[in-house]
């Protein structure tokens, strides 16, 4: 399926490589380390921490550190930090306990999950943003989300060891956010990269484009062209399957008042991606589909996505491991697959002599 986007290489050249803009870095020995000037209260925090010793001191206040490369960021709106850290509040109030003071954690993510879902348009199974333990596992610990302005704080001072990109991972999609070409602009003005991982549908449906609420833009196409201005965004795009059935499926289409027809929505942001020069050589690798989870259902198909996207200037990443989040127990499960499964085993293991952890390696 060639979704009308032309190859871009038949033959790589030389200096062909997969990685996309920001994600991965190579170390090489005269950029792996950086020298940093720290602040006397710097070097009483990092002694005070046992950490002191472990780095190397160079002459007065000034050591050499790895270079921090990269940050995983979680961004949402001001209105969704607000809630969540309310309902952070109500909790240590003595809400959602039930005799003897237990903890009611059903009721507590069933709070959490109906707030997440105003940030989100999918309802994947996998997403461990959900009714799951992660965000609700955050508030029972005490923490607190950053809003953007503390975060721009950490992220300049990170700059000092070498920050030089973030990757977006939640919660839910960061074109909810109003703020967000704000967001960007001051990440350009750091001269930061940022990887924004998404299900795209607001880069692939006019209403949800329009209902994001920036200022003149009223359709999808209006949104990835003010996108493509950044030279910092990469896309991580998510992408399991070509097939609809298939692909639907994998992000809940219909559930719990999610979207509905995601595939069409998905290859018609690849096309505005392609058409505003996010696989554009010259720009680098700014597009990535991400094929995750890898199950059985999709793991051929990932193999032709991958060739089908590297001759178009797009990286697939793929995580066949999948164990964060609900793939905490999604690799079980898959084992389990390949233990009771006949036609899994029959297609991976007609011997019949294999381990189940030997037919998932070599599915």
């Known amino acids: 399926m060639d979704l009308e986007i032309p190859e871009i290489y038949q033959v790589f050249p030389k200096d062909f490589h997969v990685d996309v803009n920001g994600w991965s870095f190579v170390d090489y020995e005269d950029t792996k380390y950086i020298n940093v000037q720290l602040t006397d209260s710097e070097v009483a925090e990092l002694k005070e921490c046992g950490l002191l010793d472990k780095v190397c001191h160079i002459f007065g206040n000034v050591y050499k550190v790895k270079r921090l490369r990269t940050l995983d960021i979680e961004l949402a709106s001001d209105n969704a930090i607000d ?15 039930g005799q003897n003071d237990v903890i009611d954690m059903d009721a507590l993510k069933r709070e959490f999950a109906g707030m997440y879902r105003t940030t989100c348009t999918q309802r994947c199974p996998h997403c461990f943003n959900q009714e799951d333990d992660f965000y609700v596992r955050k508030i029972l610990d005490g923490h607190k989300l950053l809003k953007w302005a503390d975060m721009k704080q950490i992220l300049s001072e990170a700059k000092k060891i070498g ?17 967000l070409f704000g967001i960007l602009d001051d990440l350009r003005q750091m001269d930061i990269k940022i990887g924004i991982f998404t299900k795209g549908t607001a880069l692939g449906d006019d209403k949800i484009a329009k209902d994001c609420g920036y200022d ?8 990835v062209r003010r996108l493509s201005e950044y030279d910092n965004v990469s896309i991580l795009l998510g992408g399991n399957s070509f097939v609809p059935e298939i692909q639907d ?35 680098g690798k700014r597009l990535a589909l991400v094929a995750a989870p890898v199950t059985p259902e999709v793991s051929d198909e990932t193999v032709v996505m991958y060739e089908w996207a590297m001759h178009r200037n797009i ?13 905490t127990d999604e ?25 189940r952890e030997e037919r998932y390696v070599k599915c």
């Not at 920050?163 to 703020?179: A, M, Q, T, W």
């Not at 499926?249 to 058409?275: A, F, H, N, P, Q």
């Open 83 to 97: 809630a969540i850290n309310t309902l952070k509040k109500r909790f240590e109030q003595g809400e959602f306990r």
């Open 315 to 327: 990286t697939v990443i793929t995580i066949p491991t999948m164990v964060s989040g609900k793939g």
């Open 163 to 179: 920050l030089e990109s973030v990757k977006f991972l939640g919660i839910g999609e960061i074109f909810k956010i109003p703020d």
């Open 216 to 223: 003149g833009i009223e359709t999808a196409e209006e949104l």
């Open 331 to 355: 690799l079980e499960w898959l084992l389990g697959q390949f233990e009771t499964n006949k036609e899994l085993i029959s297609r991976y293991d007609e011997s019949n002599i294999m381990t």
């Open 249 to 283: 499926r994998m992000v809940g289409c219909g559930k719990d008042g999610g979207i509905t027809s995601y595939t069409e929505k998905r290859d018609y942001v690849l096309k505005l991606l392609v058409k505003y020069g996010f696989n554009d050589p010259a720009k």
